[in-house]
């Protein structure tokens, strides 16, 4: 295992409303990346967070939006929900910088109708 | 951005046999790839990563080779084992904060 947990682990949401999910990252990692898999297919990288800045994005709407806590936790927020959004959402941990290995959690499975 | 292009898509192979999986990317600057494993309803676990300073990198049966000039990068797995079947993912980045991009990933059965 990783160290690296995510909350919930399953969760069903209608199209229009907002979700928030949670990310505590391994113990010492400044860096937290958002990623979203859809069904068969690669992550795509959303954000990435250091120091609870955001400090990089993907090609994603500013409805995913985050927030990243002196404790090294971390949120992903989604706002008007659209059906598209239905995928595994992953956390992943890094000393700092993507030059280090990237430790994933197991992920939120989000279910959007 | 980055793209990166993965094959193929699936892949079977007799238990004891080798597989290789074959990656390419777009960003000349990409100096990162490292290769996921994922298990169905699991985590991607990185199994091995390569820097563009390096030309190839093993462990125990996987291996990884870059080719700088022709912008790709190959998993080799020797010896396949039936826990060896999972989704196999690459992956490039430029560093920074620029994120990991993905393949769309190989799907490696191995046949008893």
């Known amino acids: 295992e990783t160290g690296v947990t995510q909350s919930p682990t399953h969760l069903i949401k209608t199209r229009g409303q907002q979700v928030t999910l949670r990310c505590s990252s391994q113990?010492?990692?400044?860096?937290v990346s958002w990623y979203q898999q859809a069904l068969g297919q690669g992550p795509q990288f959303i954000f990435q967070?250091?120091?609870?800045?955001?400090?990089g994005r993907g090609n994603f709407p500013p409805r995913f939006s985050g927030l990243q806590f002196p404790n090294y936790s971390s949120e992903l927020n989604v706002n008007a929900l659209e059906l598209d959004d239905s995928a595994l959402y992953l956390c992943?941990?890094?000393?700092?910088?993507?030059?280090?290995?990237?430790?994933f959690g197991p992920g939120t499975r989000l279910l959007v109708l | 951005g980055e793209n990166v292009e993965q094959h193929p898509s699936t892949l079977s192979v007799q238990e004891g046999d080798s597989a290789v999986i074959k990656c390419t990317y777009s960003?000349?600057?990409?100096?990162?790839f490292p290769w996921y494993k994922q298990e169905l309803g699991k985590r991607p676990q990185l199994i091995i990563d390569i820097r563009s300073n390096v030309g190839e990198k093993k462990d125990q049966r996987i291996a990884v080779t870059l080719n700088k000039t022709a912008k790709h990068f190959s998993l080799h797995i020797t010896e396949t084992q039936p826990e060896d079947s999972a989704v196999y993912f690459c992956a490039a980045s430029i560093g920074g904060a620029d994120g990991l991009t993905f393949g769309k990933g190989t799907h490696l059965i191995i046949q008893p």
């Open positions: 992943a941990s890094t000393t700092g910088g993507f030059q280090e290995t990237q430790y």
């Open positions: 960003d000349s600057a990409s100096n990162y």
């Open positions: 113990s010492g990692h400044n860096t």
């Open positions: 967070y250091y120091r609870e800045e955001e400090n």
